[in-house]
């Protein structure tokens, strides 16, 4: 019955959806969406040819892997709270819930931004460790693998600087509820590849 009182239902005579049909808001959400996407699929393929890259160059006698840094563990555990977090933030946002909306934000984004620091923390332990960039070609693998994906992290944190600003102003919880949906997806996206990442790192 909720399935085809949401088709027959008219969207102007709903309250208030009249003005954000007018304001673009509710066209703006679906090319959003899909404008996403493609970006998705197209980071997704530059991962899938570096992924190849990677197995390939491996493969070659001069290739000698270097030892993960510890600190990786407890980086991987923060990006999975991030985006558990941002699930449970959506959820709020669609429960029109603005407290919970906000901590929900404010801790996701702590979590990623301590992913970041982490990340940052390897790159040191592993340069003072003799690991340099040039010196073989798993540790250039390894720089520019994490390199681009905390790019695309800094990329999220971006965005979600920008939502998390508009859903501290008044009654601006109620007009973010999209950018959280899309940075929730964005994170999962990012631990994703992240754990992918991981598996090829540990397993070569």
């Not at 703006?28 to 991962?47: D, G, I, K, N, Y």
């Not at 840094?69 to 980086?75: A, T």
Request: a positive charge.
């Amino acid at each position: 019955m909720s399935f085809w009182r949401n088709v027959t239902e008219k969207s102007w005579e709903r309250p208030g959806e009249a003005d954000e049909l007018h304001s673009g808001v509710i066209l703006e959400q679906p090319t959003r969406r899909m404008a996403l996407r493609v970006f998705l699929c197209v980071v997704a393929s530059v991962f899938f040819l570096l992924f190849v890259a990677y197995r390939i160059r491996m493969e070659y006698p001069d290739w000698r892997p270097l030892p993960l840094p510890s600190v990786l563990w407890l980086n991987t555990v923060l990006l999975v709270l991030a985006s558990a977090v941002m699930q449970w933030t959506r959820s709020q946002v669609e429960k029109a819930n603005p407290g919970p909306l906000r901590a929900g934000m404010v801790v996701s984004g702590l979590l990623t931004v301590g992913f970041v620091v982490g990340q940052w923390v390897a790159w040191s332990q592993l340069g003072a460790e003799g690991y340099a960039l040039r010196s073989n070609p798993a540790n250039a693998f390894f720089y520019l693998l994490t390199a681009v994906h905390g790019a695309h992290v800094l990329g999220g944190l971006w965005v979600w600087l920008r939502a998390t600003l508009r859903a501290f102003r008044k009654d601006g919880a109620a007009t973010v509820q999209g950018s959280v949906q899309l940075c929730a997806t964005y994170w999962h996206f990012l631990l994703l590849v992240w754990l992918v990442m991981l598996y090829f790192l540990l397993t070569t």
